[in-house]
């Protein structure tokens, strides 16, 4: 039986609808590659009181209690009392945790407000957990069959402290390390889930394979995990799916950083001319340093005007087919390469909401343009969604694009090519 | 004070990390506007035991338990079950309720299995909830002072039926109804939560008003709540905060959106020069419908070349002092301004990554340009933190200095201005 653990959450945004708990689901992602289990999560808001129920009922069939939030300067943060109270160990001042917390402040030019030194107190026998993005650091106490392991609630903190020390200490305390376990990633733009499920189960895979898949908009990744080796079934799922499709097999690529490599290792420069997606592609390109090695800049022109003065797309193409149109992506995409110098151009020009819709063109209908050395090319998409996931989607689409002219895939298939 | 409910969430789905739980978010927000709270939150997998253990622990504070999932015909869909034996309640066949799952099956053209006979039970003397979305009818079992509420876990399903039956039950049950809870919300921005903590703790407010925070980088959530009228307590809170750090009093805004009603109010169009961040103040300030209105486009270069040959950015400048410098992030201003067209013109340029980090400008160093009719200006920030996060903050700093032109306040306080 895997080993159980269980959460508890604290705070009154949890439990007045203004946040979700995304800890929990956080910590129980990272665990599934291991044999340790979350069996309870509760949420309770700042209050002693109820921090000692619920560390008295997640005892009962928990070993340790993994606590997100209350450790901020402010009077209602009472998780290092509670856990103080409730262990019987005083709260103890540690010059170490302060000189850190000071020098964090000193590093980012903020004054250090006295209220700040309770984040230095922790209690007597615990060992403290680094925080190497926030402030205040966690730390975890023990005491016979109890542990509890408090971080902060910011997200972005406690994945890193998660990270960093918990998970190592959880798979040291439970004697996990030696466990083998295969695993296979799969990172997938372009099917839908359906799409990826049906193709999978058609593979008909023992069921001693655990196959899991995870939507995160607009991708799809895919993960296999067996206790022997998944060489030949990674082949399998390669085909069927279709290996243009898959950016990348490893967990923490992303796409925008995959372009950024092929970029830099085919040592082209780009430059983008965006409408619709208003910088989103730039913001993408631009995410991981070192992006001036290929970045040169945009010039996305959002009205009609600018399209023509500043970009050159001419007042033709403008008045025949508009500027959500093959012609005008291509010469926008052509311009912008141009202009910069640069050995690729990428455009986007499109309908994310109502103003601007037309019968022939409705929302969600997006043209990218691409311009390299060898010619310019657009394509014409559809995808129906609201405002925010449509321009999310063309921008992803956009690197796309570029990601299979590099690799000298066929362009996307759902997309109307014009050349 | 307010009567205290608590959840229960029932399903593996929502302890291995594959679902965030968002019913006990649509419960709460629903009765925020009431004099209901939920004090807790759990969530168990479908175990008998479980359920029973959860229901020990949450009926200690709270009359009433709203459960949700496990209602299915499957068998492991043990709410059923688990509330029957916990209540000591035989299920009972109702006649009336398999009528109605066999009606619902038959206008879906659906065959009804012998297995969803299961749905048709329910715990003596229970009131059945009707399910006016999916299939599984809900109940509401009670003993003494424990109530418990029993509905599926699909979302859509959850919202009818605690809409139409549920939530005016509460409100009978708990004699409300007339009650009123007065609510305020700050949305700040450009001051640390433990500023904005000690400034709010130096009024010594009474604890009969309820004070939160939430820290949603970058910015900070104050709310506060209250049995009596607000008005008086929140004229103090905007003269301790500093009023021109609250960009809204609405629950809903969001800063991107107050820029973008500012600037149609004022009629005023605007175009971008943004180096470091990218493209995200476009992307930023085209999220809502209608940007079109005072969104011209950008020209961002993010080479020193593209800068001086495309933007017009003087060599001397960029020889002298550099791209991120005053003079620099001015020029960008000033002649995006010139060359869109615009009544404004805003420019970012900064040290994001470690590629372009000196001694005198560590990474973190930002400048950000703004120029109008009544001349062009710059600021001097500094934020040391990720990549990605410093970004972030340049993004919103920009949409600041923007938001504080426009209300005719003092600019941001920490930046170092040069006219």
């Known amino acids: 039986m895997p080993a159980q653990i269980s959460t508890l959450t604290i705070g009154s945004e949890l439990l007045d609808g203004r946040v979700a708990d995304t800890n929990t689901i956080y910590i129980a992602q ?240 780009i430059a983008i001319a965006e409408s619709c997606t208003g910088g989103l592609i730039g913001k993408l390109l631009t995410e991981n340093d070192g992006a001036s090695q290929f970045y040169l800049g945009a010039l996305s022109p959002y009205s009609n005007e600018i399209k023509n003065k500043l970009l050159g797309v001419s007042a033709d193409t403008l008045s025949k087919h508009g500027a959500v149109s093959h012609q005008c992506a291509q010469e926008m995409a052509a311009n912008v390469r141009r202009m910069f110098h640069s050995s690729l151009g990428i455009s986007v020009s499109g309908i994310a909401g109502s103003s601007g819709a037309s019968s022939g063109k409705p929302v969600g209908t997006f043209f990218i343009g691409f311009s390299s050395e060898t010619g310019t090319r657009s394509y014409k998409f559809f995808f129906l969604s609201s405002r925010d996931l449509i321009r999310t989607y063309a921008g992803f689409k956009a690197l796309e694009v570029v990601r299979r002219a590099l690799k000298k895939l066929p362009p996307p298939p759902d997309g109307e090519v014009r050349d």
């Open 30 to 269: 990272k665990l599934q590659d291991y044999s340790i289990e979350v069996n309870k999560r509760v949420s309770v808001v700042d209050s002693i009181n109820d921090i000692h129920r619920a560390f008295d009922y997640l005892f009962k069939d928990s070993e340790v209690v993994i606590v997100s939030g209350g450790l901020g300067p402010t009077s209602d943060d009472l998780t290092r009392e509670a856990v103080s109270l409730y262990f019987q160990k005083p709260l103890l001042f540690d010059q170490h945790l302060l000189d850190g917390l000071k020098a964090k402040y000193a590093a980012r030019k903020r004054v250090f407000d006295a209220v700040n030194e309770k984040q230095a107190y922790i209690p007597q026998g615990s060992s403290a957990v680094p925080n190497n993005v926030g402030a205040a650091p966690g730390f975890i106490t023990t005491s016979e069959k109890k542990t509890v392991i408090c971080l902060p609630g910011v997200p972005r903190e406690l994945h890193s402290m998660f990270d960093e020390t918990v998970l190592p200490y959880l798979l040291k305390k439970f004697d996990l390390g030696a466990e083998k376990q295969y695993r296979s990633f799969f990172k997938i733009f372009g099917l839908a889930e359906s799409v990826i499920g049906a193709r999978i189960e058609s593979l008909m895979l023992s069921d001693k394979i655990s196959v899991s898949y995870r939507a995160k908009f607009p991708e799809v990744h895919l993960s296999l995990k067996s206790l022997a080796p998944l060489d030949e079934i990674s082949a399998q799922v390669r085909s069927v799916i279709g290996a243009e499709f898959i950016y990348s097999e490893d967990r923490d690529a992303n796409l925008p950083r995959v372009v950024h490599d092929l970029l830099i290792a085919d040592k082209k420069t």
